[in-house]
């Protein structure tokens, strides 16, 4: 059973940074797209960014420049360090993985996790 644990999210004042970690187990394929979306209550969800099994990695351009993807040796964590946030930053991260990016893309990702909320103030 594939489960996604994110961890890492907070309070920050705006310019500060946060780091999320997503602690994934249980994952059935040689192959996968995992990474983030985030939401704010009454919006549409959307993505962040994304990284795949081959290091491949696409940011959303609210983002470029000011976050990064990352994923440990052992391919079982992926981190989001979120630099020089602001307060459209703040929202409901979600992990989100599949094995291609297809789902990804369209927003429609097989797995996810709980969520972490991040707020930052002005």
């Known amino acids: 059973q594939v489960q996604l644990v994110e961890s890492g999210g907070g309070s920050v004042q705006a310019g500060g940074a946060l780091r999320l970690s997503c602690a994934v187990s249980g994952w059935p394929h040689s192959t996968y797209c995992m990474g983030w979306f985030r939401q704010v209550p009454g919006r549409e969800r959307e993505a962040v960014a994304f990284i795949d099994s081959i290091g491949s990695i696409r940011y959303a351009d609210p983002v470029k420049g000011r976050f990064t993807i990352s994923q440990d040796k052992a391919k079982t964590t992926v981190y989001l360090q979120m630099n020089s946030l602001n307060f459209e930053d703040t929202a409901i991260y979600y992990c989100?993985?599949?094995?291609?990016?297809?789902?990804?893309?369209?927003?429609?990702?097989?797995?996810w996790g709980q969520g972490t909320q991040v707020t930052v103030s002005s």
């Open positions: 989100a993985a599949d094995q291609f990016w297809s789902p990804v893309v369209k927003g429609q990702p097989k797995y």
